[in-house]
Nanobody, 123 residues
């Protein structure tokens, strides 16, 4: 069992940056692959980025490649999402999620979820 708490969301102008953090409880954080998802109003939840248990493998959805960076610090039980060059279409609620095993790209593959943090990009 792991509990996840996101932080770092907010309102930013287009072209700006935000860094999201997701703090996990428990002693087995390094046993979980982690993902960042987002959900905009009226749209399905989608993968933004994923990272393997060791951090050696990362995945990015095409629209964020080159702009977003996922990372993790297993000593601090935290996963991060650095978001640069933000666009209005990045506006959504962002969720972090954990799953045992390898990195996944579908929400249904993840077992534990945070409560979400709102990111709003003004144009």
């Amino acid at each position: 069992q792991v509990q996840l708490v996101e932080s770092g969301g907010g309102l930013v102008q287009a072209g700006g940056s935000l860094r999201l953090s997701c703090a996990a409880s428990g002693r087995t954080f390094s046993s979980y692959a982690m993902g960042w998802f987002r959900q905009a109003p009226g749209k399905e939840r989608e993968i933004v980025a994923g990272i393997s248990r060791s951090g050696g493998f990362t995945y990015y959805e095409d629209s964020v490649k080159g702009r977003f960076t996922i990372s993790r610090d297993n000593a601090k039980n935290t996963v991060y999402l650095q978001m640069n060059s933000l666009k209005s279409e990045d506006t959504a609620v962002y969720y972090c999620a954990a799953r045992g095993g390898v990195t996944g790209t579908s929400p249904s593959e993840y077992d534990f979820w945070g409560q979400g943090t709102q990111v709003t990009v003004s144009s």
